[in-house]
């Protein structure tokens, strides 16, 4: 098992929050210090779409859509990354992915998805 693993989706109404997570396994695991983890999300009908990102570092990215919304963190010691998401919106309904991506040889793994769904 090398793929991300993703979890922390659901039904919420809209102005609700969630918190993703995306915890690695098998040699993910084992390095995790060399991994970018980047949360993605494909709505229905609709091409998958950064969310946001975080390099081993710390150093993150968001999309426009979400800034001010959400917050992406990382835990090196606990091996996951957390997407925090505030005041959701029924634009945010989607199947979110987890992807980790290694910082030198650019090789990626996704996990399988979690759905978020924004309704009242």
């Known amino acids: 098992q090398v793929q991300p693993v993703e979890s922390g989706g659901g039904l919420v109404q809209p102005g609700g929050s969630l918190r993703l997570s995306c915890a690695a396994s098998?040699?993910?695991?084992?390095?995790?210090?060399?991994?970018?983890i980047g949360w993605y999300r494909q709505p229905p009908g609709k091409q998958r779409e950064l969310v946001a990102l975080?390099?081993?570092?710390?150093?993150?990215t968001y999309a426009d859509s979400v800034k001010g919304r959400s917050t992406i963190s990382r835990d090196n010691a606990g091996k996951k990354v957390l997407l925090q998401m505030n005041n959701l919106k029924p634009d945010d309904t989607a199947v979110y992915y987890c992807?980790?991506?290694?910082?030198?040889?650019?090789?990626?793994?996704w996990g399988q998805g979690t759905q978020v769904t924004v309704s009242a």
């Open positions: 098998g040699y993910i695991y084992s390095y995790f210090e060399a991994w970018n």
């Open positions: 992807r980790a991506d290694h910082v030198a040889t650019r090789h990626d793994a």
């Open positions: 975080v390099t081993p570092r710390g150093n993150t």
